[in-house]
Structures are given as C-alpha cells and as structure tokens.
C-alpha cells in the first residue's frame, strides 16, 4: 500500500502526486519558462505546488538523471546547463536510436497508430503560426511517440531521455525554432513509415535530426580567438606582431 503524502489530497497517493511535481517541472524546463541555470529551491517549489519537499527532492532527483537537472553539494538544485561538446554527444546517440525506432515501425504502424500520427502532425500544423512554445513540445513528442509505438520499453525509455536533452540544448544553443522544417520533415517520415520503405525512414530521420543539430548550431567549431578579433584589430592599426606596452 503506498503511503499518503501530507499534501495529498483524499484519492491522491504520494506517487502520483510525486509524478505530477515532476511533470510540472520538466514541462516548465523543457518550454523554457525556467531558464537553464535557474536555481531550483525545494522550499519555494513546494510552498507553490502545495506539497512536501520530500516529493519535490523526489522530482528534481528524477530529473538530474535525464540530465534536465543538476544537484550540486550544499547550493541546492539548478536547471542543467550543457556544454556545447555535450549536446554533439547527445544528438549522436539520438540518432543512432531513432534509426532503430523507424527500422521497428516500418511497414508495421497500425491503423489507429497512422490515425494518431496524422492527428499529431495536423496538431503541429496548428501550432507552428500560433503557439511557439507548443510548436516545439510537439515536435518533441512526436519522436517520443514513435517510440511508444515500437513496444520497446527499453528504447521508449532513451528515446524520451535523449530528446528532453535535447530540448534543453535548443533553448541553450539553438536559432530560432523553425517548425515548418519540422512538420514538412515529419509528414515525409509518416509517409516513409506508412509506405514501409524501411531504407527511406532510416534515411529522414537521420537527415531530419541532422537538420536539427544544425539549427542547435551544434555543428559549428568554437571559433578561434585571434580570427575573431583579427579583422577589428586592423581596423584599429593593431596586430602588427610587436607586442607594444
């Protein structure tokens, strides 16, 4: 029987309530409401969403192991910041399971599983002249619910994992969201999986999330210091070679 926190209401378990603080929080982090490196204070939190700290510490310790989330020793819990090296790593290990998700589903989607991909992308549609934030929420979730559709609990598991990474280095990293690549980019895929071309799937999806890493700027090198200021200093009679007091 699990235990009822104080701050659950009749009907409410704490593991319900504890999954509810923990939704809230990723939602908050991943549509940018809560910027990264943000400080995440337990007391704060709970006092707004009317439950115990212990839910709240449950949440944030459920979040640093998807990397949304860090727990630094004795100053609390902050919205992670990725180092650009870190999201290259991030986005290579997604591709490499995302090929695996359409190599499941291709040729295999059932009727109600196209019905449900229509319908998410027609959502998508919408949202992309309306509602930026959900625009990129969507976008996120159709490639989580491509893996719910393979059955794998295993690989739904890093797919989900991966793309909350991901949204997080966008926020960090990236240009401005361009959800019109991404719902011409997913309706090509749904077809390619409808038509059970598994060659083709494998084929956009690793050149739609290559557009992504792209957008991410994750594909661009750190610049070199003295070729960003080479073209000011001859502007202004510096860089002769002679090291001048």
């Known amino acids: 029987m699990v235990k009822r926190d104080e701050n659950t209401p009749a009907g ?41 700290r212990t839910l709240v510490r449950e949440a944030l310790l459920r979040l640093s192991t998807e990397g949304l989330v860090e727990l630094r020793p004795n100053r609390g819990a902050c919205v992670a910041q990725p180092s650009l090296q870190d999201g290259r790593d991030v986005f290579t290990v997604r591709i490499g399971l995302e090929r695996l998700v359409v190599e499941a589903l291709a040729g295999r989607l059932t009727a109600e599983q196209r019905k449900r991909i229509d319908a998410h992308i027609a959502a998508e549609e919408k949202a992309k002249t309306t509602d930026a934030v959900r625009s990129i929420r969507l976008a996120g979730e159709f490639h989580t619910m491509l893996a719910e559709m393979t059955g794998n609990a295993l690989l739904t598991r890093y797919v989900e994992e991966v793309v909350s990474r991901c949204s997080l280095i966008l926020a960090v990293y990236g240009r401005p969201h361009s959800s019109e690549c991404g719902v011409s980019e997913h309706r090509a895929l749904a077809a390619a999986l409808a038509a059970g071309d598994v060659a083709k799937a494998v084929e956009l999806m690793s050149t739609h999330l290559e557009a992504i890493t792209d957008r991410a700027l994750l594909a661009r090198e750190e610049p070199d210091l003295r070729d960003v200021l080479a073209d000011y200093a001859r502007e202004e009679g510096l860089g002769s070679g002679r090291r001048e007091g």
């Open 12 to 52: 409410g378990t704490a593991l319900t309530r504890s999954g509810a603080v923990y939704r809230t929080l990723k939602r908050a982090i991943l549509e940018q409401a809560v910027p990264p490196g943000a400080k995440l204070p337990e007391d704060s939190i709970g006092e707004r969403l009317g439950v115990s």
